[in-house]
């Protein structure tokens, strides 16, 4: 998901490389790299690895990757402690030392691009007021501070920065709660600005605050609007902070305030109260707390509870998952959690290129961080729900291509509970989320993406599904409803369903008469067998949007929008591509992207049939010619890494027999868009849908989604373990003849890296260039992959092509 289109990121990524050569400062901390690399030196054959310290939390919080580097466990409530940044900061951090610290706050998203960002509520602020309680700066404007250059500091569980003024902050986190160190210059006074009214994309529209000074406690909650969805929806978020630190500490002022940027600047000593309603006229007032300690103590802990439902219950959180806990025991625990999701992969350290490494376990890490886990806490029509609830499926068009397959490989069980809040939703709504975030509907990108996650799980653990709390029939209930019952508000539910089977595909300027909702009574099992046939042929619809006659830089046949009548409405394949010369055109879901496309060009789009690659060979004029247009795609500068259409594009030269020319293409835009840097990201890693497609990458692998079909790929690492907890299965994945001289953009003559023969326990794989879930990672053993250096010699499948629906795939369930 990338609401700012691909050419104004090319654009302002330009302008971010320039900035950052005329300052030159880098962030994070040069510690961090050093102690990551350290530790993958020491690294032995060791089983009992500590993989948290190979992740580098950076990785993708520059260059609009919009990465939260902040404090959280795996799948946390939307818990991610980091600071909150001015400029262009959608995930609250960024590495760009121009940028001032606005406050540290305990809700964030990871990698979801919205330009005006996400959550930041409960900023919390500390401040040095050498001349007393008035004057210190509370507002916005007036607190924010530059960092101290080169000393952040972050790994899993542990988020640390330090103001110019010398004031360090720390985090650390549980699900829904957490702790917060601050240290002060010795001799200060501790000062803190605690803050109603702002988050990021100042969406504030009422709340209340309230100060119990004895408990020493404020509660704090209110309503705030969609990051990513229409703008009358709102959400409730509560938190409660408790300032004595079970009385090792003493509040000593405390009190309210109210500001804006003309002149407002009031304070109240001793009020405890605040309750705003929406603003009628203008901006809303900043508001919040101001408070201080007694004496002059160095450090000051602070306990934060965060709830979707009642200050109480985000007191009782706090009470409940953190305690008396010490900073460090819920660090300790955090960095555990995160090593039990690492440790799913082990890799031979030892053998595989250090940046390799490193890239791997950051991706990995990222590919656990969402979605958010808030199960318990849930609001609107999920309020009574006993399902699992996960917020921030921003979007399913993003990750269902990798991030999911993924999650398939190694962890059944949060799979399955993530499966269950998208059937939950079509319990409550009618339509399985798209793009749930902030607990809100958000804006549809392609359609009803949750039918190919939710198909990914029941392709992959049907037998399990009972155990694994999945009602298959519902799950199936709600594809159909999906791809059957047309929503009154397919922007926000799904799929514009009438026309789009009217006609065959989805028309351009068509009248469009919406259903109302259907009941679903009776005769479901002989209603399911004939729908699935249909949603089998629908599946073939790709092509009615195929116009043999367009002309591209010699190519054709590409994808067109297209009138009811049938007739195409021609827009310029290069339109909305890197090579697009109008860089004002509109690309994304603004009503006048009239290209047709989301955030591609026809260029881009028209290879996209990843259940049908065969019958597109044939459309774009036989594999010779495919493969022609494919180099020139990527060669021309059509290819867009950052973008997730284009995912499987780069492998496939599989499809037209010729996987020697898939090694070379993955290993040439591996080096040129990825690296272990802030700004190692291509675009948005977008709920880490990037990171796992780099992990794929680097394993040597690619799934083909809402399927069991893993495309075969040459690895980056010698050696891999999937470790399947679920299943109670390991699975070692062993590149026979790996060179690490072959890691590099391109492979030099005369080393292996071209995938020759694999072999499944002992037995060899009926074709090179893919196999199954159901015969490896499912039983568990030893998969080779031998390689070889002549890539020209092994440039064929040497069996079957992998599937595709018109030459008869996908035919046999598994
Ligand atoms: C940090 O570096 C940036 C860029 O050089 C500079 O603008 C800023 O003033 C520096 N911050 C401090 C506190 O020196
Ligand atoms: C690790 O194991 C590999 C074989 O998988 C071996 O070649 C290598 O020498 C070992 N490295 C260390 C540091 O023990
Ligand atoms: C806040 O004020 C509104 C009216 O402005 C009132 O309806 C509501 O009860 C108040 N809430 C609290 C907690 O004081
Ligand atoms: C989500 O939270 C619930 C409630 O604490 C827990 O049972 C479940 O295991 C969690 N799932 C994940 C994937 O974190
Ligand atoms: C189909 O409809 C479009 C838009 O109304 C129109 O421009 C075109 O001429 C029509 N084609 C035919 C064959 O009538
Ligand atoms: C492409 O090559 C494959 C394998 O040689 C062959 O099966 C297929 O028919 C060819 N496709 C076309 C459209 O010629
Ligand atoms: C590792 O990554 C860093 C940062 O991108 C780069 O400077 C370095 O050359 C890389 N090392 C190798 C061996 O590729
Ligand atoms: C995996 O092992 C556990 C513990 O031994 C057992 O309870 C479970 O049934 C096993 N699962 C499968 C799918 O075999």
Same mark, same amino acid.
């Given at each position: 998901m990338d609401k700012s289109g691909p050419l104004f990121r090319l654009l302002v990524t330009t302008l971010a490389v320039i900035s950052c050569l005329t300052f030159g400062e880098a962030q994070p901390s040069p510690k961090v790299q050093k102690r990551i690399s350290a530790a993958i030196k020491a690294a032995?054959?060791?089983?009992?690895?500590?993989?948290?310290?190979? /992740?580098? /939390?950076?990785? @993708?919080?520059?260059n609009f990757g919009d990465v939260c580097p902040g404090a959280s466990i795996p799948f946390g409530m939307q818990v991610k402690f980091s600071t909150d940044l001015t400029g262009y900061a959608p995930a609250g951090y960024v590495t760009d030392p121009t940028q001032k610290i606005r406050g540290l706050s305990p809700l964030h998203d990871s990698g979801t691009g919205s330009s005006l960002g996400t959550y930041g509520n409960f900023e919390i602020m500390p401040l040095l007021c050498p001349g007393g309680f008035d004057t210190c700066t509370t507002t916005l404007e007036t607190r924010e501070r530059l960092r101290k250059n080169n000393t952040d500091d972050a790994y899993p569980g542990y988020f640390s920065q330090t103001l110019d003024n010398n004031i360090q902050m720390e985090a650390t986190s549980t699900r829904r709660a957490g702790l917060e160190r601050f240290t002060f210059p010795s001799g200060s006074k501790p000062y803190f600005v605690l803050d109603l009214s702002n988050d990021l994309p100042s969406s504030f529209v009422g709340g209340q605050m309230d100060i119990d000074s004895a408990k020493g406690r404020i509660t704090i909650g209110g309503r705030w609007g969609s990051s990513f969805g229409p703008g009358s929806f709102n959400y409730q978020a509560f938190a409660c902070y408790d300032l004595l630190d079970g009385g090792k500490q003493a509040l000593d002022e405390f009190g309210i305030w109210r500001g804006n940027q003309y002149g407002l600047d009031a304070k109240g000593l001793g009020k405890t109260h605040l309750n705003l309603t929406r603003s009628l006229i203008g901006d809303q007032y900043q508001s919040g707390a101001l408070f201080s300690f007694s004496g002059k103590a160095r450090q000051v802990n602070i306990r934060v509870g965060v709830s979707f439902v009642s200050t109480e219950q985000a007191c009782q959180n706090a009470e409940e998952?953190? @305690?008396?806990?010490s900073f460090e025991e819920i660090q300790t625990k955090s960095q555990g959690l995160w090593n039990d999701r690492l440790s799913k992969i082990e890799i031979d350290v030892p053998n595989t290129p250090h940046n390799v490494t490193e890239l791997l376990y950051s991706s990995l890490y990222r590919a656990s961080l969402t979605p958010n886990n808030a199960t318990g806490e849930t609001q609107g029509?999920?309020?009574?729900?006993?399902h699992f609830y996960f917020d921030s499926l921003y979007c399913s068009w993003d990750t269902f291509r990798t991030f999911y397959p993924l999650m398939s490989l190694h962890s059944p069980v949060e799979f399955a509970q993530i499966v269950d809040s998208y059937v939950d939703g079509w319990r409550k709504n009618g339509w399985m989320p798209e793009c749930r975030a902030n607990n809100l509907p958000g804006w549809t990108q392609g359609g009803s993406s949750a039918d190919n996650i939710v198909g990914h799980f029941a392709m992959n653990y049907h037998n399990e599904a009972a155990e694994l709390g999945i009602d298959i029939n519902d799950l199936y209930a709600a594809m159909l409803a999906d791809g059957e019952l047309n929503p009154s508000e397919w922007d926000i539910?799904?799929?514009? /369903?009438d026309v789009y089977k009217q006609y065959g595909f989805v028309p351009f300027s068509v009248l469009d008469a919406t259903v109302g909702q259907q009941t679903r009574e009776g005769s479901r099992t002989m209603e399911y067998a004939f729908e699935d046939f249909a949603i089998r042929q629908v599946a073939l619809f790709y092509r009615n949007v195929f116009d043999p006659d367009v002309k591209s830089d010699g190519f054709s046949g590409f994808a067109q929008k297209r009138f009811p009548n049938g007739t195409f409405s021609f827009t310029?394949?290069?339109?909305?591509?890197?090579?697009?010369?109008?860089?004002?055109?509109e690309c994304s879901l603004q009503e006048d992207n009239e290209v047709g496309f989301y955030e591609s060009s026809s260029w881009e789009y028209s290879w996209y049939a990843p259940h049908d690659t065969a019958h597109l060979i044939t459309l774009m004029g036989g594999n010779n010619t495919f493969i022609k247009r494919l180099d020139h795609f990527f060669n021309a500068g059509y290819y867009l890494a950052g973008n997730e259409p284009s995912f499987q594009t780069p492998i496939g030269y599989h499809y037209a027999n010729r996987p020697s020319h898939s090694v070379d293409r993955v290993r040439q835009i591996v080096f040129e868009n990825f690296d272990i840097t802030p700004a190692g990201l291509p675009g948005n890693d977008d709920q880490a849908a990037m990171a796992s497609l780099l992990a794929f990458h680097l394993l040597g692998l690619y799934p083909v989604p809402s399927t069991s079909q893993f495309l075969i790929l040459s690895p980056f690492t010698p050696k891999f373990t999937i470790h399947n907890s679920f299943l109670n299965t390991s699975t070692t994945i062993t590149a026979k003849n790996f060179d690490s001289r072959s890691v590099k953009k391109s492979i030099p003559e005369g080393i292996a890296a071209y995938v020759n023969q694999v072999t499944i326990n002992g037995k060899k794989t009926e074709s090179r260039c893919h196999f199954d879930f159901y015969d490896t990672f499912r039983l568990g053993g030893d998969i080779e992959i031998e390689l070889v250096a002549d890539g020209e010699s092994v440039d064929d499948c040497a069996g079957s092509l992998p599937e595709s629906l018109s030459t008869g795939g996908w035919s046999t369930p598994r």
């Open positions: 032995g054959n060791d089983t009992n690895l500590d993989y948290t310290k190979f /992740v580098n /939390v950076f990785i @993708g919080t520059d998952e953190v @305690g008396s806990s029509v999920f309020a009574d729900t006993n539910q799904g799929r514009e /369903v310029d394949p290069a339109d909305c591509s890197p090579n697009d010369k109008d860089d004002s055109r």
